[in-house]
C-alpha cells in the first residue's frame, strides 16, 4: 500500500473555526491531491500541488487554501469553516502527470463535520 | 469540461455470478486514460483497473475487466464469479492531463449470497 497518513481522522468543529487537514506521504511522489467526498458528487478535487511551493486550484477550491513546505507533507486550511464544507476529505498521491503509469493512491480519509 | 457518467446509483448481483457496471464520459481528447476504483464500507479507495485509451486491448485484471469502445465514449466493468467481498461503491474516472481525475457519482453494489 502507499504510504499516505491523513490526520485526523474525525474532526468536529464549530461554524467559523479555523481547520487544518494534514496529508503526509512518505513515497517521495512530486503530485498530491485534494478531494471530497458528498453524496451524489463522487469525488471532487479541491487542490492540487506538483511540487513544493507549486499549487494549483480545482473544481471546488473556494474557501480552502493549501500549502506544501515540503515534498511529504500537502495542508488543507478551511479559514472559517462553514456547514457546507462537512464532508469526507481524501488526499491522494501519484508519481507523476500520466495516470495510467503512475495512477493515483488515496489516503484513508477524514471525516470533518463542521456543526 | 470532461464530465463522468454512472447511470446506475445502485446494483446487486447474486454471489458467482457477473455484473457489468456502467460508465460514460464525454471529452475532445485523443489521448487519456480511464480508471475503476472501488470503495468498500471501509471507506478506502482502491484502483480496481486501469485503462489507456490508446490501447485497443481491453484491460483484464483477475475476474474483473472493462469493455473500453472509443468512439461511444463507454467504458463498462465487468465483475465475474462475484465474491461477498465485492460489494463496495465503484468509480469511474477520467484524467487527460494526468494531474487531475475527473469522477463519476458512483456505482452502489450489493452482492447477495
Known amino acids: 500500500d502507499a504510504g499516505i497518513t491523513q490526520s485526523p481522522r474525525h474532526k468536529v468543529t464549530e461554524t467559523g473555526t479555523p481547520v487544518t487537514l494534514r496529508c503526509h506521504q512518505t513515497?517521495?511522489?512530486?503530485?498530491m491531491y485534494w478531494y471530497r467526498q458528498d453524496p451524489g458528487h463522487g469525488l471532487r478535487l479541491i487542490h492540487y500541488?506538483?511540487?513544493?511551493?507549486?499549487?494549483d486550484k480545482g473544481e471546488v477550491s473556494d474557501g480552502y487554501s493549501v500549502s506544501r513546505s515540503k515534498t511529504e507533507d500537502f495542508l488543507l486550511t478551511l479559514e472559517s469553516a462553514t456547514s457546507s464544507q462537512t464532508s469526507v476529505y481524501f488526499c491522494?498521491?501519484?508519481?507523476?502527470?500520466?495516470?495510467?503509469?503512475?495512477?493515483?493512491?488515496f489516503g484513508d480519509g477524514t471525516r470533518l463535520s463542521i456543526l | 469540461a470532461q464530465t463522468v457518467t454512472q447511470s446506475q446509483p445502485e446494483m446487486s448481483v447474486q454471489e458467482a455470478e457477473t455484473v457489468t457496471l456502467s460508465c460514460t464520459y464525454d471529452?475532445?481528447?485523443?489521448?487519456?486514460?480511464l480508471f475503476w476504483y472501488k470503495q468498500p464500507p471501509s471507506r478506502q479507495m482502491i484502483l480496481v483497473i486501469r485503462?489507456?485509451?490508446?490501447?485497443?486491448q481491453n484491460a483484464t485484471e483477475n475476474r474483473f475487466s472493462v469493455n473500453f469502445q472509443k468512439a461511444a465514449k463507454s467504458f463498462s466493468l465487468k465483475i465475474s464469479d462475484s465474491q461477498l467481498g465485492d460489494a463496495a461503491m465503484y468509480f469511474c474516472?477520467?484524467?487527460?492531463?494526468?494531474?487531475?481525475?475527473?469522477f463519476g457519482t458512483g456505482t452502489r453494489l450489493a452482492v447477495r449470497p
Open positions: 513515497e517521495n511522489h512530486r503530485y
Open positions: 491522494a498521491i501519484s508519481g507523476k502527470g500520466l495516470g495510467a503509469n503512475q495512477p493515483q493512491h
Open positions: 471529452t475532445s481528447e485523443s489521448d487519456y486514460y
Open positions: 500541488s506538483y511540487g513544493v511551493k507549486d499549487t
Open positions: 485503462q489507456e485509451a490508446y490501447k485497443q
Open positions: 474516472a477520467y484524467t487527460s492531463s494526468g494531474d487531475k481525475l475527473t
